[in-house]
């Protein structure tokens, strides 16, 4: 069943245009990595699902209904919760208040602090400390847990391994599954494109703002997505 679709999306940074018509659907319980250059409109496409850049109202649904552009809080209500780049946790909080954050929602689920500390061990035995004071691969683990903490039908992860060692990178993503067991459909955006195609079940690519491929994530072959990256 089809839990998201955009039709004709665009989006827009004052004058200077993003986002060109992007119809893009997701199903129940999905999987979906989306790959590309940088400047290719990843971030912006994430953002505009979650109320961070204006869009039509009818350019985005969402379960049934037209969600574009509404505030970002009511479309966590809703049900979609976003893991953003460079993690953006609160500095003045520690790792339990940040993790606390995310249920403020309302939302009832599966996803508790038992079962994140569970999944994620060092933020249990960190909980008291300040959220700056964890590594860049603990602090992805806190954002990630925030999320979770909201309990979404839909999470949206932008760039996970940035600036991340290769062994907490396959930390984090060793995570995916168990997520994804609880029926969640996930979105990621990332910059590896091997580990795109290892953690997901469908691989979407833009360039310049457009969709320039899309398909099974394991039929695509490495050409094919050298192309649509690099618009050769």
């Known amino acids: 069943m089809t839990q998201l679709r955009t ?3 665009e989006a827009f ?3 200077a245009q993003a986002l060109f018509g992007i119809d893009f659907g997701l199903d129940d319980g999905e999987t979906v990595a989306i790959i590309g250059a940088n400047g290719a409109g990843k971030s912006t496409f994430l953002k505009s699902l979650c109320g961070l850049v204006p869009v039509p109202r009818d350019a985005v649904v969402f379960e049934g209904a ?3 552009g ?4 009511e479309i966590v209500r809703r049900g979609i919760a976003l893991v953003p780049e460079g993690r953006r946790l609160f500095p003045s909080l520690s790792v339990e208040e940040n993790l606390r954050l995310g249920a403020s929602s309302g939302r009832t689920g599966p996803w508790n602090l038992g079962r994140l500390y569970t999944m994620f061990p060092v933020l249990a035995d ?4 300040p959220a700056t004071s964890l590594s860049g691969g603990q602090q992805q683990m806190a954002a990630i847990g925030r999320a979770l903490m909201s309990n979404p039908a839909l999470l949206l992860c932008d760039e996970l391994s ?3 060692a290769p062994i907490v990178i396959r930390e984090i993503y060793a995570a995916l599954p168990a997520i994804a067991a609880e029926g969640m459909t996930v979105v990621i955006v990332e910059q590896d494109v091997a580990m795109a195609q290892q953690v997901s079940q469908r691989l979407v690519c833009l360039q310049e703002g457009r969709v320039s491929l899309e398909g099974r994530a394991g039929e695509l072959t490495r050409e094919q997505i050298a192309a649509a990256y ?3």
């Open 7 to 9: 039709s004709g999306l």
């Open 162 to 164: 940035l600036g991340l």
């Open 13 to 15: 940074y004052g004058d």
């Open 230 to 232: 690099f618009g050769v």
């Open 126 to 129: 960190k909980r008291r400390q």
């Open 70 to 73: 509404l505030p970002p809080g």
């Open 66 to 68: 037209a969600i574009g």
